[in-house]
């Protein structure tokens, strides 16, 4: 299953709450952690979904295309 930019977003944004709320350096620095980390997957989801409408969109320009020169 797919997850979203939001989805991501959401996770890491909880991480970086928790880290905020963390007494312990070491839990501190785990949310921390955990935020790039979910940060970065967001990251590489919105990018995915750029490339599928780039992808989506040139088919459907050539379909057009292919429709017109016949």
Known sequence: MSQ????YTARADDAAR???AAVL????????RAEKT???LAEQA???AAQRE???REKA?????EQAEN
Do not use: M, P, Q, T
């Open 46 to 48: 919105r990018a995915v």
């Open 38 to 40: 979910w940060r970065g």
């Open 4 to 7: 979203s930019y939001e989805f």
């Open 54 to 56: 780039k992808i989506v």
């Open 25 to 32: 350096a070491n839990v501190r620095d785990r949310e921390l």
């Open 61 to 65: 320009e050539a379909r057009a295309e």
């Open 18 to 20: 928790a880290a905020k």
